[in-house]
């Protein structure tokens, strides 16, 4: 786990990029942690870009538990998907590879 300094150092060299973010129109974003070992789950979070994304799930206690070096990967989720294929109850929480797999067959987009 990052000390919180460092954490706060990071988002303070990110703070021009999510004042970027900020300024587009939010939209559904797919997250996906994964370390070396594996896939660690998935999140579906309302954010601006990957940045406003990934403080949104920090936000909302979704990759706490992870340990060591994690990679995220982002990217927006198109509103006929979100509409047809993702109901409200898999959204901003963390996802399961079995709920990834099962209930939005692999990937929700």
Same mark, same amino acid.
């Given at each position: 786990m990052r000390p919180v300094t460092s954490v706060a150092k990071l988002e303070r060299r990110r703070a021009p990029q999510i004042a970027q973010e900020r300024c587009r129109r939010g939209q559904w974003h797919w997250l996906s942690f994964a370390n070396r070992?594996?896939?660690l789950g998935g999140a579906i979070v309302w954010a601006h870009g990957v940045e406003t994304a990934v403080l949104r799930a920090r936000e909302l206690q979704i990759s706490r538990g992870f340990r060591g070096e994690v990679e995220i990967f982002c990217e927006p989720i198109p509103t006929r998907v979100m509409k047809a294929h993702i109901p409200a109850e898999l959204r901003n929480r963390l996802l399961s590879e079995t709920e990834v797999?099962? +209930?939005? +067959?692999?990937?929700?987009?």
């Open positions: 070992y594996g896939f797999m099962e +209930r939005l +067959r692999g990937c929700p987009i």
